[in-house]
């Protein structure tokens, strides 16, 4: 590397010493393997956050086991009939993300599905819904 002085109008060239370059070349290279450093750190955030998004999106929705759903719609819904759940859910009355709308399609998917008699009033089983309060639809 070289510089230029002017003095008295005469150009002259001076070298920068050994010891100059090797400090310039050293504090270069160390610059860019801090950059390159920082970059390969942002690169993984990156793809860890795609990894992460990606397995948000895939995941199914949590809902409620089929006996805690059936008791909480037993209680809080009233609908003894496909239809009259069906209506209560285009109706916007199922407010709760922990009930499927489609319990038959999702519950038979888990394998707990046992009949919409069964998931609405409660028929074939022994035990009342009385564990639920009404009210906030609260399991006790």
């Known amino acids: 590397m070289t510089s230029s002085n002017k003095n008295d109008g005469n150009n002259i060239e001076k070298e920068d010493s050994p010891e100059e370059n090797d400090k ?5 290279y160390q610059q860019l393997q801090s950059r390159h450093e920082h ?5 993984t955030r990156t793809a860890l956050e795609e990894q992460h998004i990606q397995s948000f999106l895939k995941r199914r929705p949590r809902k409620l086991p089929y006996e805690d759903a059936r008791k909480w719609v037993q209680a809080n819904l009233g609908a003894s009939t496909k239809e009259e759940y069906d209506d209560l859910v285009a109706n916007g009355n199922l407010r709760t993300p922990y009930i499927p709308k489609r319990p038959e399609e999702y519950y038979t998917s888990t394998r707990e599905w046992i ?26």
Do not use: A, C, R, Y
Request: charged fraction near 20%; hydrophobic fraction near 30%; avoid cysteine.
């Open 115 to 140: 009949s919409w008699d069964h998931f609405l009033t409660g028929i074939f089983d022994d035990e009342q819904p009385s564990g639920i309060q009404p009210s906030t639809g609260v399991f006790h």
């Open 39 to 43: 970059l390969q750190v942002e690169k």
């Open 24 to 28: 310039t070349n050293h504090e270069l």
